[in-house]
């Protein structure tokens, strides 16, 4: 397994202080179970998932499989990129709108989807924020949420945009139980996931 038993909620803070799109992650506990990088001048998003912000060891990469694009999909693998755990597919013309992504398993089969709840909070959250000094503040004000479901609608995890300056912080809570291997998948979708739609606003 990639990661022990996860301690539900996870919480997730970018980093402001490095130019790239990076993140740590806690658990409930308060201990540090990775760090999320995304390689930075790439035309492909090309991420890395480190066992800490030391970045002593990778443990999984994940790779987009064209240039930016609306219906990009993103392959999550180990470190060598030699045993795929899935992959993570955004849904084109949907995700202007609303953020609509598929995670799909090893076996190309589709298991989850990933939904933005209110769409509107996310576009108020962009328009404030072009105000000079006012945007600053945006997010304490306007916070997406977003949720996990399977096919049949059920809600298995819960992601939310928490108050932050810059919108550092995520926190990820865990809604039903589900088995450790569909938990992973999931998990890795939504690290791939926030760093894209945090860069939307």
């Known amino acids: 397994m990639i990661f022990e038993k996860l301690n539900f909620p996870l919480n997730f803070t970018f980093k402001i202080s490095t130019l790239a799109n990076d993140f740590t992650i806690e ?8 760090y999320v990088r995304q390689k930075m001048f790439k035309l492909k998003e090309d991420v890395i998932i480190y066992d800490s912000d030391k970045k002593n060891k990778e443990l999984v990469r994940i790779k987009a499989d064209r240039w930016l694009d609306f219906n990009a999909s993103y392959s999550i ?11 993570l597919a ?29 769409p509107f909070v996310r576009i108020l959250d962009g328009l404030v924020g072009e105000i000079p000094i006012v945007g600053y503040f945006t997010g304490y004000i306007f916070n997406p949420t977003y949720s996990v479901k399977d096919k049949s609608g059920k809600e298995y995890f819960k992601l939310k945009k928490m108050p ?3 919108g550092r912080k995520f926190r990820l809570e865990k ?10 998948l999931v998990v890795l979708s939504l690290f791939m996931m926030m ?3 945090r860069m939307r606003g």
């Open 27 to 34: 658990d409930s506990l308060g201990n540090s179970i990775g």
């Open 77 to 87: 693998s180990d470190a060598k990129m030699e045993n795929k755990y899935g992959r």
């Open 90 to 118: 955004r849904k084109g013309m949907k995700s202007i709108w609303k953020a609509h992504y598929d995670i799909i398993d090893d076996s190309e089969q589709l298991k989850f989807h990933i939904t933005e709840n209110n």
């Open 164 to 166: 932050s300056f810059f």
């Open 175 to 184: 809604i039903s139980d589900i088995d450790s291997r569909n938990e992973t």
């Open 195 to 197: 760093l894209l739609e």
